[in-house]
């Protein structure tokens, strides 16, 4: 089924489903390790369909694995059996180097079993639209020239940033089109390495590039939800905005409220319910609380949408993610448990 992404965008906040990034833990419920989930396509198309038939969540969201698009490139990956992959190293040293990387054509590496989890997924779910994942361009041009050397680069040596990042973006477009080709409805983009910058520097080294990505494939059946985890978004909201984006989800290293209060109330904004202190380490009854009272905290405001702060991790406790969802129906019903 295809989507007025803009309509159904329109009409989420009050819904009062939550849109949780809620993805690995699936591999649980198959009884399969993260690496294997991470290396097989009919897996992954599996846990998201189940995902969808344990939850109400608002839209099913494939995974938010954010090294696939550094190994296509030719990072080095570390692979663990159950922790999501990581990239080791770095790939490109200088401008020079930049300038001569090759751009991956889309389906190298793991890219080509994301994208057919995408649209086996959205085949088989009927009932919500399905959004794909993809990282940022500043996100990956740090993983392509390492994180910590990414930052000191916006400033030591310019050049050598954006050169790195037109060839990211320019993949970054490729991979967004064919998640569009395959019928997925939209994209979570997550930029958390922008979210480290000033907003001076994040305007420099990430805005103009994620507008660009937006613009090339947001229409009204396919929608850009931009991620932001980083503790610096309350002091790039207006650069956020101008981005572009349909919808935006911030992480839990800030408050929520004040983002709300911030942004522009015609675009729906996520978040942001802790994954590791709630949805790995707390119980059902700290879980419990904690939507509660977000929810008490930020429903004034009508483009609030419940959420997770970031990707759910695989070890999450499927109890608590049952009772974020359970608190999130009490709470749209005004009752509570």
Same mark, same amino acid.
């Given at each position: ?91 490109? $040293? ?16 793991? $890219? ?118 980083? #503790?610096?978004? #309350? ?39 802790? #994954? ?37 991790? #695989? ?23």
């Amino acid at each position: 089924m295809k989507y007025n992404m803009n309509e159904w965008l329109t009409t989420l906040p009050a819904s009062k489903k939550p849109l949780p990034l809620l993805s690995f833990p699936s591999a649980q419920l198959l009884g399969v390790s993260v690496y294997d989930f991470t290396h097989n396509a009919a897996l992954q198309t599996e846990g998201i369909i189940r995902v969808a038939e344990r939850t109400d969540a608002a839209a099913a969201v494939c995974m938010m694995d954010l090294s696939v698009e550094a190994e296509a490139f030719g990072c080095e990956i570390k692979d663990a059996e159950n922790e999501v992959p990581t990239v080791i190293g770095s790939l490109i $040293t200088d401008e020079d180097e930049a300038e001569a990387l090759t751009v991956p054509a889309v389906g190298d590496g793991r $890219t080509g079993l994301y994208i057919e989890a995408a649209r086996n997924a959205k085949a088989a779910i009927t009932d919500r639209p399905v959004l794909a994942g993809i990282i940022g361009p500043f996100s990956l041009a740090g993983r392509l020239m390492d994180v910590s050397e990414a930052l000191v680069n916006c400033i030591a040596d310019e050049d050598f940033v954006h050169a790195a990042l037109r060839k990211t973006t320019a993949f970054l477009k490729a991979y967004a089109q064919a998640y569009k080709d395959a019928g997925a409805d939209g994209i979570v983009m997550a930029e958390p390495l922008a979210g480290l910058l000033s907003p001076i520097l994040e305007t420099e080294f990430s805005a103009p590039y994620v507008k660009e990505i937006v613009e090339a494939v947001q229409d009204e059946s396919f929608v850009v939800v931009y991620h932001n985890c980083g #503790p610096n978004t #309350p002091l790039m909201t207006n650069s956020f905005y101008q981005n572009g984006a349909a919808a935006y989800h911030f992480g839990d290293a800030v408050d929520l409220k004040n983002m709300l209060e911030q942004m522009p109330a015609d675009r729906p904004v996520c978040g942001n319910i802790s #994954p590791v202190d709630h949805f790995a380490k707390g119980t059902p009854e700290e879980m419990y609380a904690a939507v509660t009272e977000l929810i008490q905290k930020c429903s004034e405001h009508p483009n609030f949408v419940l959420s997770s702060g970031c990707d759910i991790p #695989p070890a999450a406790k499927w109890e608590n993610i049952d009772a974020f969802f359970g608190a999130a129906r009490d709470a749209a019903k005004g009752g509570t448990a």
